[in-house]
């Protein structure tokens, strides 16, 4: 990722920050009905992981430029994710679910550059997480 694509990832998700409670409610029912499997995996209540997920997502947002700095915490994540069953296989459906989010919160802010930043921002997150979880970067789209 560069400098302008880190830039427009940062500025995207400050614009879907005012609507991230709804975000995130379409985020998850978007990713039940692609993968309608995953849905056991989580809470019935989703009230909680809602707003874990989307907090998460702003402190790797807000730490691209630095990405030494949100590492260890991307890395302890990915290893509790394998006790949730996430498999790497989840990551590319979990991404797809994500940017088409960001496209129907964003409207006419999501550009080709904003896709294109987004999926290599997904890229570079799910790739190292998948290595640092199963030690490989299979699956890192
Ligand atoms: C970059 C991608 C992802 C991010 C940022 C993310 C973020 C989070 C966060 C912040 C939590 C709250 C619990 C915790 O901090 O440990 C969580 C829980 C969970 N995630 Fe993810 N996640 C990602 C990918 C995935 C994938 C690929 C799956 C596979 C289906 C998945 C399934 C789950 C499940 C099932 C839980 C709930 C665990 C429970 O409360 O019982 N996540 N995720």
């Known amino acids: 990722m560069n400098a302008a694509q880190i830039k427009l990832v940062q500025d995207s998700f400050a614009k879907v920050a005012p609507i991230s409670a709804q975000a995130a409610v379409l985020f998850y ?3 039940f009905e692609v993968a309608p ?9 989703m009230t909680e992981q ?10 790797v947002v807000g730490g691209l430029s630095n990405l030494e700095a949100v ?18 296989e989840h990551y590319p459906v979990v991404g797809g679910a ?5 496209e129907k919160g964003l409207g006419d802010a999501w550009t080709p550059e904003v896709a294109e930043a987004w999926t290599a921002a997904y ?9 640092e979880a199963y030690g490989s970067i299979q699956a890192a789209e």
């Open 37 to 45: 499997g995953v849905k056991a995996m989580f809470p019935a209540d």
């Open 29 to 31: 029912d978007r990713l």
């Open 98 to 102: 994500l940017l088409w989010t960001l």
């Open 123 to 131: 890229r570079t997150l799910s790739g190292y997480m998948i290595s």
């Open 50 to 59: 809602r707003k874990k997920l989307m907090a998460t997502l702003a402190v």
């Open 71 to 88: 590492l260890p915490a991307a890395s302890a994540l990915a290893k509790r994710h394998v006790s949730y069953g996430a498999k790497p």
